[in-house]
């Protein structure tokens, strides 16, 4: 698992947070505090670029009229 994490340009970035998120977890629960903490703060760093990339998409629609769907 840990390899796909590293592996973040073929991992969609919800992806790749879910599956910090859950390494994080994992780590916790054996007691390796190290790499749980490097695994949330990626996990954190995954989902705030998704924000970024889902505000980005937004605007662009929002720019050609696309801002809601069809009726």
Known sequence: MEVQAEDAAHCDLDECAALHARLAQV???????????????AAQAAW????????????????AGLGTPPR
């Not at 780590?27 to 703060?41: K, P």
């Open 48 to 63: 705030d670029q998704d924000a970024a990339q889902r505000r980005l998409w937004a605007e662009r629609l929002s720019a």
């Open 27 to 41: 780590y916790a629960r054996l007691n390796e505090a190290g790499l749980s903490a490097r695994h949330a703060d």
